[in-house]
């Protein structure tokens, strides 16, 4: 269906809850719902947009404000609309998971965390646990036919241990849980990441005699949790078709071999391997149906995640990547599930493969480039010299061009890990997962 | 925007809450309305009208507490709110640390009150001609030009009561420069100003040398080689070191003790060519701290000397220092004596950083990162822009190897910063 005008109306609520506890003190214990109504509205080939929030006001007033916001552009010349493509959808898409943890249970959780921190490991210099979900409900309505309620939710965990090294300098490491729908839905209990405490204070006392990054070129494997930072930051943004009419360099390469012929990455909609991801959207919040976009098959740059205007202005389908974070916002091009596909190696072996590199294990935050030049923050890494590991590093950076990265690409684990506690920043923050194995590459590294 | 009183608003929720059996309480309403004139592709493309209102609540039982924010003021919401809010305050650990503001009593009403469509328009078309006109092969992908007037009535049960409304105009370019199939790294900046007729768009933010340095940056290398080497920070790399500063002497790290300044008040921790204040009274700036409290001018560094550490309420209490009430924003960092060039050519080997684009600095102030939209200095000299280039080093070691800070600032209203040559970075 394509029309060159085109309205839609959203009724979006957002519920939050965080809590940040520093050394057993809750620093933040924050709730917070946000609802609102908006209207946005393509008329001769320019956009208005308009909300609001409190009770009472008609959506046709929201609409016809927007209405006048497109028409009030036209101050700018006549314009020459675009047949904006993309079927409809109707339909309802809600989570229901677990009974939700009331906040005392929440509050009594951090504590006990805490608690048992301070027990079991007396030379820790400070804690810090957060705990929070997020909760999206959009009923979007389109002059295409769309009708849509949908909800993402998300809840997430973080844990930080902090140390002191042998100069007295603070060394923290961290580990993060996240899974879909509230605190309820995700499994923070003590007994569940007791192990997971242990293995993080292992690595924080190896990172208290942790040594300097050689910078430079390195053979790295990244591990699962890295994988996905990597399909987002590296390939994801450039991969976005309004970065793409903006001049990212993959607009002239689909088609052509941008990774090795080990890497398929996709964005997917809703589902991966028969079950439902952790941001499903089977719709987006123009009411396109969602499918995957399926960016690199085999080393092979496949196409772009699109809106209804850029995938007019690109002359492709609508791939329903259109999404807005909070009431007031308008629908940008955005990731939903972007993960690099798992191949048939073994993590071990992968390590045991490489004579002098790095095993980089966790990391903070990423950067992309409309170059695909990237970078990572790695907040946890080990040395790797003849195929066994070595001494922990410092926190370093990972960087590089993704095309040439993914092209380095030489063996790619067989399993798969997924994590949604993060936002994806461009104008708007955005709720996203990311997932993937883990992979062998060459890529540059900040140190000495 | 709606007559809505938020002054009403705002001492209704009190009582309410004050019925409740709350022992203290903060509330503050707030309204905010937006126009905002989008760019997108190097066209005019959105005109985008927003109202939003919240109120946020802060409530203490029994030296326990929570907070809660809602948009809708109706009666039964806010009635629901203020029960779930005093359960979530019963459920918190007992904490003496925690309190509210008091007495604390202002009125601001700063910058445009109202917006203005055509002007917004004008400053879009003098920015897309400027574009067309002198950097041709920018793209501007994103780009806006706004008005905001964000209003809000905050009070407390202990008799603060502050006043505010507060208009500014911002502005943001986002985009990338393209020549066939060569593109240059994504480049930004904006900012805020109380009049945005004051000057071409262009001269706002730094746009006009964002969009031209950046057309420079399409075609790039390697720096080659590791080294220790030189950078001239710009104001927005400079703003990464201001944040880690932040940082340190905020709340998270002083109350958890991995401060590295807890107890260097008074002590030189960088360079004596630095010197930090406040200006809280700066374009898109209210005077007020998150916590309700009057935000007086305060001076964080003077000659390198750390003036003072700034705890809010809680921070304070928690941890025996004394209370220092910062703003959302604002801040400067005093101009110094060389121009930009003299810092360029001060530099044998090392390079002039637009954007460091960089994981989180480690506890101890450890970091690496990528330059972006940045040039090699090569005996003085800006030579080719810059890709795959890392520097290393550390924040605390960085604010001490500061040799130079330029006359010129750019200001962003939330920023007043020099241009900054720091020695002792590992290039990779």
Known sequence: ?448 | MSDLNLQEVAQHALSLMRVQGFDAAQVVASRVAQEELNIAHNEPSLLRSTESQRLSLVGLVDARKASTELTDFGAAPLRDAIAALFTDARSAPQDEANAVSGGQQARIVQGPQASDPALLADKVRELLAFRQRETPRMMIDEGFASHTLARSHTVTSSGTELSCSLGFHSMSVFGTARDGKASSSFNYTGGACNDLAERASSEWFGIADMLRDTEQQIHTRPVGGKFVGEVVLTPMAVSDLLSWLQGQIGDVQLIAGSSLYRDRVGQAIASPLLSLRSRFDAPGVAALSADAFVAPPVEVLREGVLMTLTPSLYGSRKTGLRHVPTAADGWEIAAGEASRAQLVSAVARGALVGRLSMGMPASNGDFSGVIKNSFVIDGGVVGPALSETMISGNMAQMLRDVVGVSRERLDTGALLLPWLRVSGLHFS
């Open chain 1, 1 to 448: 269906m394509n029309t060159a005008s085109y309205r839609e109306t959203r009724r979006h609520e957002l519920r939050k809850s965080r809590m940040l506890m520093v050394d057993g003190n809750l620093v933040s214990n924050a709730r917070t719902v946000e609802g609102g109504v908006s209207a946005r509205v393509y008329e001769a080939g320019y956009w208005g947009f308009a909300s609001t929030q409190g009770e009472g006001v008609p959506v046709e007033q929201i609409v016809d404000k927007a209405s006048r916001n497109a028409r009030d552009m036209a101050r700018f010349g006549e314009r020459t609309a675009l047949a904006l493509p993309g079927d409809s959808y109707r339909g309802e898409h809600v989570f229901r998971g677990r009974a939700p943890l009331s906040p005392k249970e929440a509050v009594e959780r951090l504590a006990q965390l805490h608690a048992w921190c301070v027990q079991r490991y007396p030379g820790l210099k400070s804690t810090r646990f957060i705990a929070g979900d997020e909760h999206h409900t959009k009923r979007v309505s389109t002059s295409h036919g769309s009708e849509v309620l949908s909800s993402i939710q998300r809840a997430l965990c973080y844990v930080t241990l902090i140390a002191e090294d042998e100069r007295g300098a603070p060394v923290e490491v961290s580990e993060t849980l996240s899974s879909k729908g509230h605190l309820g839905d995700l499994d923070w209990s003590l007994e569940a990441l007791a192990p997971q405490i242990d293995s993080l204070h292992e690595h924080l006392q190896a990172k208290r005699h942790a040594v300097a990054a050689r910078g430079g070129l390195h053979t790295v494997v990244m591990a699962a949790e890295l994988a996905g930072m990597l399909a987002h930051e590296a390939m994801g943004h450039p991969c976005e078709a309004d970065l793409v009419l903006g001049g990212a360099v993959t607009g002239d390469l689909v088609g052509q071999r941008v990774a090795s012929e080990l890497v398929t990455m996709v964005d997917i909609a809703h589902t991966y391997d028969g079950r439902e991801v952790m941001i499903p959207v089977y719709a987006d919040d123009e009411g396109t149906p969602a499918r995957d976009a399926v960016l690199i098959r085999d080393g092979i740059l496949t196409e772009f995640m699109s809106s209804r205007e850029t995938a007019a202005r690109l002359g492709v389908g609508a791939t329903g990547s259109a999404r807005a974070y909070n009431p007031h916002d308008e629908p940008l091009v955005r990731m939903r599930n972007t993960a690099i596909l798992p191949g048939r190696d073994k993590l071990q072996d992968m390590i045991a493969g490489v004579d002098e590199g790095y095993l980089l294990m966790k990391t903070v935050n990423g950067q992309a480039d409309s170059t695909t030049e990237f970078m990572f923050g790695i907040s946890l890494a080990y040395e790797i010299r003849g195929g066994k590991l070595g001494h922990a590093i410092r926190d370093t950076t990972i960087s590089g061009s993704a095309i040439k990265v993914l092209q380095s690409v030489d063996a790619v684990s067989d399993d798969m890990h997924w994590s949604c506690s993060g936002y994806c920043g461009k104008k708007q923050p955005m709720v996203v997962s990311m997932g993937g194995p883990a992979l062998r590459a060459r890529a540059h590294l900040g140190g000495e």
